[in-house]
């Protein structure tokens, strides 16, 4: 089960931290990434973390003012959002998967956990 929150209001050029708490005692073995949905747009990928943490990978909308990191022993994931854009607000999902092969990190597809959603609104 994945728990996302963090998300709310800031004005443009501002910072947010989204946090992924996951039970369970194998979610180091889990893939694990962020995507958005943005009214009336497709779900998209932001970011992902490999299982093991051995590689990150970010959307070119994130590169450069987003970083996932994850910490094993607390069972969470992090996304810190600098340099916000009125651009960025949507939904931000969490999904986890054990079973995700490299080539498919960005389809939301072949994610098979999900969190709930955190809002994220930029105010310009």
């Known amino acids: 089960q994945l728990q996302a929150s963090g998300g709310g209001l800031v004005q443009a050029g501002g910072s947010l931290r989204l946090s992924c708490a996951a039970s369970g005692r194998t979610f180091r073995t889990y893939t694990v ?7 009336g747009k497709e779900r998209e990928f932001v970011t992902a973390i490999f299982r093991g943490g051995s590689s990150i990978h970010y959307a ?5 003012r987003f970083a996932m990191s994850r910490d094993n022993a607390k069972n969470t994931v992090n996304l810190q959002m600098n340099s ?4 960025d607000t949507a939904v931000y999902y969490c999904a986890a998967s054990r079973t995700i092969i490299m080539s498919s990190l ?3 597809q072949a ?3 999900w969190g709930q959603g955190t809002q994220v609104t930029v105010s310009s």
């Open 111 to 113: 994610y098979d956990h």
């Open 84 to 87: 916000l854009k009125p651009e």
């Open 106 to 108: 960005r389809r939301d």
């Open 33 to 39: 990434a962020w995507f958005r949905q943005a009214p």
């Open 60 to 64: 070119e909308s994130a590169k450069g």
